[in-house]
């Protein structure tokens, strides 16, 4: 399928930088999600009391009476935290200008869906059977959006970027700003090395076979920094025809999924530590819904199989400073440079376009901020406390129902991602971009390795609070 | 355009300005709304989104079929308002 005709008539386009981005990029909604529930839960910490009642999860269990006794228990705590969910997101996504009538059936259906998912995760046997919840709710929704298919106005409910970019902000509650500060730049260090030489092996794979560098540069992005998110970012910054997009989209989406399943596969297999997996993951994914789908599969493995050292929330810190901090933050210098190679030495004059400094910012996945700030609340609140008193007090009541929140927005994420990549629906890719991207891939997976395994890993091992 | 082209376009790079007044956020040829673009860029709400910051308000130009930003313009430009009036 090729992209759609772009209509006469057109409504008026959308401004929606500059202030108004505040309330109109879902970045800035996620922010104000995260930070809200980080907020609230601090709030309640300092007056005894926690996020805990409705930040509620399956609990393990072994067997169906077991299982029914909880969700008689709590049937009140779910139905709060999904009234919450729906609350929160359906203000958000009707500010964004989405249909808040078409989001709540389809909520419904992913909520149910996500508790089925997390309660066979929760199952004791559910390890022997690597039934790991983000590699079973991306199977599950491929699978119904493939094979069953929904139909089409229910993909209101299932807003991949926005649910990962809540779970981001949420996460950096669980991050210590220590760690940041300590590993931040070594993530960008590493994951610049291999952005930089990732992008040039598509770039000049894709030209010796003949693609023009308006497509060559929005695969060489796709590979080499954000996957889908830096596909449309250089794709608009260089101006590219209209159908480059959704065939980098497409590269992109295809090396994503594969990836959620190879990483952690080949992790295990080598038993690597969880935070060098993590690094690892964080290196070579291609999207961050699904590089948090292969990490935390990866602390799935690392809680329950035996021989991998560390604790599972390594892989996914070790991810996060890679992927978020190493490499999508640096989305807007990418698109500058290249609009200013583009304007100046491949079209000039061609879309009239002056390349200008603060394309930087407007470019920059401001959820990121909300990480590093819900970080530093989270910090700042444990400050004087020992490693014991935090384990005692702070650990319980403020930390762990803020990362069970975390983690059902992760659920959310992960099935949204199965059930909204309709595989017929994808733009036909070419053999020549498929080519010259999965050389990229090679590349990538190579040297991700090398420096995760074996020059860096001391850092990715040692990731403690 | 040599090396040091390149160097001296960098050198001249101002931190913003204004758009041209026909640029193509003020064209009607040109569509940027995330809905739409989700349901005109198959596979981009699967693993990034029409409302995400990194898109800026960049879109689709219907007359040149290309992905562009919003402060591009060309000789083609046609406002909204006089396609209002007569159109």
């Known amino acids: ?465 | 355009m040599s090396g040091q082209g390149l160097l001296q376009a960098f050198s001249r790079l101002r931190w913003r300005g204004e758009p041209a007044a026909e640029c193509c956020a003020a064209c009607r040829h040109f569509r940027n709304e995330p809905q739409f673009l989700e349901a005109a860029i198959p596979g981009l709400a699967s693993l990034s989104s029409g409302a995400a910051a990194v898109r800026a308000d960049d879109g689709l130009c219907g007359v040149r079929d290309r992905y562009l930003s919003a402060r591009a313009h060309c000789g083609q430009f046609s406002a909204l308002a006089a396609h209002a009036e007569n159109p």
């Open chain 1, 1 to 465: 399928m090729t992209a759609h005709a772009v209509p006469t008539a057109a409504p008026r386009p959308t401004a929606t930088t500059g202030w108004r981005e505040l309330w109109l990029k879902e970045d800035w909604w996620a922010i104000w999600l995260g930070l809200g529930i980080v907020i609230v839960g601090y709030i309640l910490f300092l007056n005894g009391a926690s996020l805990k009642w409705i930040a509620v999860t399956p609990e393990k269990w072994s067997s169906l009476d077991q299982l029914g006794a909880h969700f008689a228990n709590n049937a009140l705590r779910y139905l709060a935290q999904f009234a919450l969910w729906i609350v929160v997101f359906s203000v958000a996504l009707s500010a964004l200008g989405y249909p808040a009538r078409a989001f709540l059936p389809s909520f419904v259906f992913l909520y149910v869906f996500s508790v089925l998912i997390f309660t066979l995760g929760q199952w004791t046997q559910a390890n022997y059977y690597n039934l790991e919840p983000p590699l079973v709710a991306l199977l599950l929704g491929l699978l119904i959006s493939n094979l069953i298919g929904l139909p089409r106005w229910m993909d209101a409910g299932f807003r991949v970027e926005f649910f990962v970019k809540t779970g981001i902000v949420l996460l950096g509650a669980t991050l210590p700003f220590s760690l940041i500060v300590w590993a931040g730049p070594v993530a960008i260090f590493q994951a610049s090395i291999v952005s930089i030489v990732t992008f040039l092996v598509i770039f000049f794979t894709a030209r010796g076979l003949g693609l023009d560098r308006q497509l060559s540069a929005t695969l060489g992005a796709g590979g080499a920094v954000c996957g889908v998110s830096a596909a449309i970012a250089i794709a608009g910054a260089v101006g590219a025809r209209k159908e480059y997009a959704p065939i980098a989209i497409t590269v992109v989406i295809f090396w994503a999924i594969v990836m959620i399943f190879v990483l952690p596969i080949v992790s295990r297999y080598l038993l690597l530590p969880a935070g060098v997996a993590g690094a690892w993951i964080g290196t070579s994914e291609f999207a961050d819904a699904a590089g948090f789908a292969a990490a935390q599969t990866y602390g799935g493995y690392a809680s329950s199989a035996s021989g991998i050292a560390g604790m599972p929330d390594q892989a996914v810190w070790a991810f996060t400073l890679m992927k978020v901090v190493g490499r999508d933050v640096w989305i807007g210098v990418w698109a500058l440079v290249l609009a200013i190679i583009s304007t100046t030495r491949w079209e000039r004059d061609e879309t009239g376009a002056k390349p200008e400094a603060i394309e930087i910012w407007r470019r920059f996945p401001k959820f990121v901020l909300g990480f590093v700030v819900a970080s530093l609340i989270v910090t700042l609140a444990s400050r004087g406390y020992s490693l014991a008193e935090f384990n005692k007090a702070v650990n319980p009541t403020l930390v762990a129902p803020i990362k069970d929140l975390r983690t059902w927005t992760f659920i959310f994420c992960f099935f949204s991602i199965g059930l909204t990549t309709r595989i017929r629906d994808l733009a036909t890719a070419g053999a020549r971009p498929f080519a010259a991207f999965s050389v990229g891939v090679v590349v990538n997976v190579a040297l991700g390795f090398i420096l995760s395994v074996f020059v860096f890993a001391s850092y990715w091992t040692n990731l403690t609070r």
